[in-house]
């Protein structure tokens, strides 16, 4: 089994950054794809960035040029750099890793950008 915790979310004002990390621990394999979806209220969980064992990644169209996806394959740990945010960026921010066994999901964290 693998367990994803996350942290670094919290209250921002418009304009402002945080930076979100998930640390994987447990039963990992060599290769996966590590990413973060959000889901706001009423809303459907949405796809943010992800990022493969070979550092491609790919970005949703709404945070291209402002979020930032890294990781760190020593520490298993995924970050998740937000700049210029936006109070449509306010939702829950889950964690993911997906391997050949399947998919892996963090407790989420909340993240709001509010004056």
């Known amino acids: 089994q693998v367990q994803l915790v996350e942290s670094g979310g919290g209250l921002v004002q418009p304009g402002g950054s945080l930076r979100l990390s998930c640390a994987a621990s447990?039963?990992?394999?060599?290769?996966?794809?590590m990413g973060w979806y959000r889901q706001a209220p009423g809303k459907q969980r949405e796809l943010v960035a992800r990022i493969t064992s070979g550092s491609r990644t790919n970005y949703a169209e709404s945070v291209k040029g402002r979020f930032t996806i890294s990781r760190d394959n020593a520490k298993n740990t995924v970050y998740l750099q937000m700049n210029s945010l936006k109070p449509e960026d306010t939702a829950v921010y889950y964690c993911n890793l997906g391997d050949v066994r399947g998919s892996y999901w963090g407790q989420g964290t909340q993240v709001t950008v509010s004056s």
């Open positions: 447990g039963s990992i394999f060599s290769i996966y794809t």
